[in-house]
């Protein structure tokens, strides 16, 4: 293992060069070597402290802005620059979006060897308090005063000292240091390392996890802040199956599609997309694309608890949801009989292309949903199944641009329009949406 290099302490004065897609500044060192600014914008004159040297690449934080470039703004949230919840807060919303559209461009050209006969127009919604899933790092820090309950900070370890959150639902953003509070109560405010945050429409919920017992004193106390608040409070002194209620005893969570007319409920550690409004315009979307009506057969790869299944077997057609996690294909199943609709499921592992070779040539159109490594495996079974159209929703565009990339160059698909979803506001993270059809 080689040696640690040693870090400059002295600050540089540098002319930013580019913008990375992870929304750092681009610049050069004396070496010749990129140097990846956070918080800096294309254009600035900047000084920054280096953070991290490597033999080919370095990272630094600007420290100084001397020239701001006119399209800095002043950051939304207080802890923004030391908290790593978010990269994009200092420029505006609209020049966030066009920067998520370069970087899904870029990735389509480079990686796919493809672009779209149609750029889609870009699925927007609040840019504040959107989230409604998180994973909260807690940690008690005597030096700090107490217990810390945030996000990390940006490239350490260490957990921000928030007060609260504007981009988290406001039943939970605004809470942030009544939660410290609380667990600075309990009997273990040093065993307890994480809140996960799960929101529905009506009901919004805390899973707290602990790796020691919790005394009767803690319980009350838990039980005590849910019912003033209004919050479901669960723990969780195991895996995910150890999740039980403190109070209420049967908390419900669910989120509406309104304009399908579907509810979906769901359990706290249970997958579901973060922001509603996109979510129910991607829903939207989708079907706009895939054309659900009576007699089309439509196969969703991916199905989660059955957030575009439902939709479209609700719109007439026939359709088959396939996930590789039971609990979630379960859930599906209860949503559909809840929401008096008929649609088949299957668990599969969708990492094998196996998976899905008993529905080769079965179906008019196929929805693709995967998680952030892509459907490489599922890419020439997709292709089999005999769809003329394929709708994907993508949250990395490194992975969609590879995957359609093999549609088209390699299975005669032309891709039909692609777009932007902006799921994460502030954040450098790229959802996007491609339809691709099959070359007559």
């Known amino acids: 293992m080689g040696r640690k290099r040693r870090l400059p302490k002295e600050l540089v004065e540098a002319r930013i060069s580019g913008f990375s897609h992870e929304g750092r500044g681009i610049t050069h060192d004396d070496k010749g070597r990129p140097v990846f600014v956070d918080f800096a914008l294309e254009d600035e004159l900047v000084r920054y402290r280096y953070t991290k040297l490597r033999r080919s690449l370095a990272e630094a934080c600007a420290v100084e802005i001397i020239e701001p470039a006119a399209e800095r703004i002043e950051p939304g949230c207080p802890h923004f620059g030391v908290c790593g919840g978010c990269a994009l807060q200092h420029i505006p919303a609209q020049a966030q979006i066009e920067h998520k559209e370069r970087v899904l461009s870029e990735q389509l050209e480079r990686i796919g060897g493809v672009s779209p006969e149609q750029w889609l127009p870009a699925l927007t919604g609040p840019s504040w308090g959107y989230r409604r899933k998180a994973r909260l790092a807690v940690r008690l820090v005597p030096k700090k005063g107490g217990v810390l309950v945030g996000f990390r900070e940006k490239h350490s370890p260490l957990v921000a000292p928030l007060q609260s959150c504007p981009v988290l639902d406001p039943r939970v953003g605004e809470r942030i240091g009544e939660l410290a509070r609380l667990i600075e109560s309990l009997s273990i405010p040093d065993k307890i390392p994480q809140i996960e945050v799960a929101c529905g429409d009506e009901q919004a919920a805390l899973v707290f996890r602990h790796l020691e017992s919790l005394s009767e004193a803690d319980l009350q106390r838990l039980s005590e802040f849910a019912a003033t608040t209004g919050l479901a409070v669960l723990r969780q002194p195991g895996d995910e199956s150890t999740v039980t209620p403190v109070f209420p005893e049967q908390p419900r969570l669910s989120y509406a599609i ?183």
């Open 258 to 440: 309104d304009q399908i007319g579907i509810e979906l409920s769901f359990e706290p550690t249970d997958f579901t997309q973060i922001n509603a409004q996109i979510n129910a315009a991607m829903v939207g979307r989708a079907l706009e694309w895939l054309q659900p009506a009576s007699g089309r057969r439509i196969l969703d790869l991916f199905c989660g608890l059955g957030n575009f299944t439902l939709p479209l077997a609700k719109s007439g057609c026939a359709v088959t949801g396939i996930e590789g996690d039971a609990a979630l294909v379960a859930r599906a199943e209860q949503n559909a009989a809840a929401n008096s609709v008929s649609a088949s499921f299957a668990v599969a592992d969708l990492t094998e292309q196996a998976a899905i070779e008993q529905f080769r040539g079965q179906y008019d159109a196929v929805l693709l949903d995967p998680p952030r490594s892509g459907a490489a495996q599922m890419i020439s079974a997709v292709a089999a199944t005999g769809a003329e159209r394929v709708v994907y929703c993508s949250c990395a565009p490194a992975t969609l641009a590879r995957d359609v990339g093999t549609l088209v160059n390699k299975y005669g698909f032309k891709l039909s329009a692609a777009g932007i979803m902006d799921m994460f506001p502030h954040t450098a993270h790229v959802e996007s949406f491609a339809v691709l059809d099959r070359h007559n």
